[in-house]
């Protein structure tokens, strides 16, 4: 029987258990362990990605975890702790002699055994085994090959932010110019593009997409993620939910309106003055530090929009700290009240939430359920906010 869980699954590590550095810029609160308990007991996430799996002491951990019965491998993949399970993930940067300019992938594997077959690989592939999303010194095709030899799944990161992405800055028009299109089994959209920006370019209506946090804090976790229709949360129904086998789906996903987004719009990182794609100069300061915004660069590669209907509902969400008025003492409130962040999000009525806090928060809340809140555009690197 299918049940319906929320799912994050792109979250990385700040530090490991001994304290050293996994993503250098993640917060230092971002352990493995609290990354579990955060995500089964205050975001109510039943599946998340930990993509720093590839790192040795990370890995460490996790058997340890397994060995001390506080987690367990599962027969289908991943490693339930409490009420989630993790899926092993590697975030990678590419930058082979056939892309443009670095880009990032996601790599998810099924066990532990795979993972540190695949961190064996990786060591004399790239500078630091023991840092989040490093180089990989070898092609894109060559990963590819790796992930599917050990029953992985290979997905293209954040694919059209303006730094470190498939269309930002790795390829001129076509994923094909770097990577085997049938070996991509999903595409991460990232914060400043939805289902219907993306689908503007032909060569992705085969794939389906995915809205993930990419957290490099606890807040962060559960920012941007979906709901998903599978028999349990493990790596093989992750799998299969993928292809839409057996009733297996993604059923919605949840994203901040692109607008939010830190690279919406084309601007001068400067002053933050609009400015139309190509400009080499601000007219407004005359900086020349201008940054590629996503609209502009989807408008740019747009080939043909697919019909909306096929795709699962793209629903406009913000975290909850985004909301005016919302701060920390209210939303331990509501923890206390409704336990978990999704709960809050999705299904508790207005007048259980105007029985906690002020009715402009309370409305608030449900405007943001129905994406009717009021954004203005982020970009150059600095987000979009929530006006009311």
């Not at 917060?27 to 790192?55: F, M, P």
């Not at 027969?75 to 002699?97: H, M």
């Not at 064996?120 to 070898?138: F, G, P, V």
């Not at 080939?303 to 919302?326: D, F, H, M, T, W």
Request: glycine share 8%.
């Amino acid at each position: 029987m299918l049940t319906n869980i929320f799912a994050d699954l792109h979250i990385h590590i700040g530090r490991d258990y001994k304290g050293n550095h996994v993503k250098i810029s993640a917060s230092y609160q971002l352990t493995l362990k609290n990354i579990l308990i955060e995500a089964s007991r205050s975001k109510g996430i039943g599946l998340i990605g930990v993509i720093d799996c590839h790192v040795p002491n990370v890995l460490y951990e996790l058997k340890q975890l397994v060995n001390r019965e506080k987690a367990k491998e599962l027969a289908k993949g991943g490693i339930r702790f409490e009420d989630v399970t993790l899926l092993l993930g590697s975030e990678l940067e590419i930058y082979d002699n056939l892309s443009q300019g670095p880009f990032h992938v996601l790599v998810f594997l099924p066990t532990i055994e795979a993972m540190e077959d695949f961190s064996a690989w990786l060591e004399d592939k790239m500078t630091n085994i023991h840092l989040s999303s490093q180089r990989i010194y070898c092609t894109a095709k060559a990963l590819q090959d790796k992930t599917k030899q050990l029953g992985g799944l290979f997905i293209p990161a954040h694919v059209f932010t303006p730094f470190k992405s498939l269309y930002g800055s790795g390829v001129k028009n076509s994923l094909s110019e770097v990577l085997d299109p049938e070996k991509i089994d999903a595409i991460e959209l990232g914060l400043s593009s939805d289902t219907t920006m993306a689908d503007q370019i032909a060569e992705l209506h085969c794939y389906p997409f995915l809205t993930n946090s990419d957290s490099h804090s606890l807040q962060k976790i559960g920012r941007e993620y979906q709901q998903l229709a599978v028999e349990e949360a493990s790596f093989t129904e992750f799998s299969l939910c993928l292809q839409s086998i057996d009733g297996r789906k993604i059923i919605k996903n949840f994203g901040m309106n692109p607008h939010l987004g830190k690279y919406y719009r084309t601007v001068c990182q400067h002053c933050y003055q609009a400015v139309e794609l190509g400009t080499k100069q601000c007219p407004a300061c005359h900086s020349k530090r201008i940054i590629a915004g996503v609209k502009d660069r989807i408008d740019q590669l747009q080939s043909e929009v697919k019909i909306e209907e096929e795709r699962p509902a793209y629903i406009y969400q913000v975290p909850l700290e985004y909301i005016p008025g919302l701060g920390p003492k209210t939303l331990d409130k509501l923890l206390a009240a409704f336990h978990t962040e999704m709960n809050i999000v999705h299904r508790v009525s207005y007048e259980e939430l105007r029985k906690i806090i002020p009715k402009k928060i309370a409305q608030s809340i449900i405007h943001m359920r129905e994406g009717s809140l009021t954004i203005a555009s982020g970009g150059g690197g600095k987000y979009g906010r929530v006006i009311k």
